[in-house]
């Protein structure tokens, strides 16, 4: 039985999902990646949430939130982000992005200084040139997407999440992941990462500005964001930690121990 209970609020305009711990702690938002959603946090819930007041958010396009197109680039994701950072009244939030979060979230603290408490990135994509494994490189560089356009939920979802190592998904959870991708949802999703050789080449410039202190964290095994991603981060960032735990892209569910671990360490630090 899963601890998370999705709920919806209208944040700009859109219907934006997301789940809720005890308000009783500091408070940290955690962003879920894709092609998955907030459920992404079943495995680490419980363990967070004792270090934490948890808000969980599918971000604008992804899992269960409303799209809209102009918000599917890293640096326009990153100003939503504050807004709802803004729209649930968190002052000085710990900050959790990884994969598709991990740029968006950098951008937020890069342009927001003093905004965010601390973050957690990793797992997605940093460098430029890229470094991107199958299927994401194709996805960002491919000249043709038509072909894209026709993949479901099981061609995509059913696929990444048989590729989770070492972990049974609740049929809760698949279900959730499922039903987020109807139709032509991951098409349209693309976007975002097609966004990527250009904006990362921004963020790369903004990095070395960048004060709140960032906790980087990849699986040692990720076949599809190498941890070449997180290391260019580490060697940019002022005030960075480094740590690449064994686990392959999707460490959250893979190792969700240490990745609690790291993270519930990483917050009574900061």
Known sequence: MTQIQPRFRTIDGLSIRYAESAKNKPSALLFSP????IYAYDATWSRLAEHAHLIAVDLPGFGHSELRADLLTPKAMGEFIVKIADAFGL???HAVGPDVGTSAVL????????????VVVG??????????????????HDEDI????????KDVVNVAMDAIDGYELPDVVRQDYLAAYQGTRFYEQMAYVRAYPTQLKELAELLPTITTPVQLLNGKNDPVVPPSNVEFLHGKLPNSKLDVIDAGH???????????????EWWQKN
């Open 34 to 37: 894709w092609p998955e959603s």
């Open 91 to 93: 002052e000085k939030p």
């Open 107 to 118: 951008f937020a603290a890069a342009t927001n200084p003093g905004r965010f408490r601390s």
């Open 123 to 140: 797992s997605g994509g940093a460098l430029v040139p890229t470094d991107l494994g199958s299927p994401l490189h194709d996805w960002v």
């Open 146 to 153: 038509s072909q894209y356009r026709a993949m479901g939920p």
């Open 250 to 264: 999707f460490a959250w569910e893979e190792n969700a121990d240490e990745y609690a671990r790291v993270v519930t």
